[in-house]
Nanobody, 124 residues
């Protein structure tokens, strides 16, 4: 069973940057970051899938060009670099793993394993 632990959340002003990390065991090839704001559904932010020597990256339209997901299996760490943050990025951010190949990366129910979440607050 996978174990996921997020870190790196915090408060920042609009335009600032944060880097989230997710320590995971064991290694998994299909991981993602989701976020959930109060009163809203959990939404996919970014995902990475490994296929042999290749990695595939997916991003929500709202974060393209601002967020970058990366995975380092040598350090068992999934990261999310968030730049040019906006107040609407404020949410609890979750690391997720275990999505079966072929399933939509943004479908939260596809992931059986979740971290506890880390809060990101962006002020205007």
């Amino acid at each position: 069973q996978a174990q996921l632990v997020e870190s790196g959340g915090g408060s920042v002003q609009a335009g600032g940057s944060l880097r989230l990390s997710c320590a995971y065991t064991p290694i998994t090839n299909h991981m993602a970051w989701f976020r959930q704001a109060p009163g809203k559904e959990r939404e996919g932010v970014a995902a990475v899938s490994a296929g042999g020597a290749l990695r595939f990256y997916f991003y929500a339209d709202s974060v393209k060009g601002r967020f970058t997901i990366s995975q380092d299996n040598a350090k068992n760490t999934l990261s999310l670099q968030m730049n040019s943050l906006k107040p609407e990025d404020t949410a609890m951010y979750f690391c997720a793993a275990g999505r079966p190949p072929g399933m939509d990366w943004g479908y939260a129910s596809a992931y059986p394993y979740w971290g506890q979440g880390t809060q990101v607050t962006v002020s205007s």
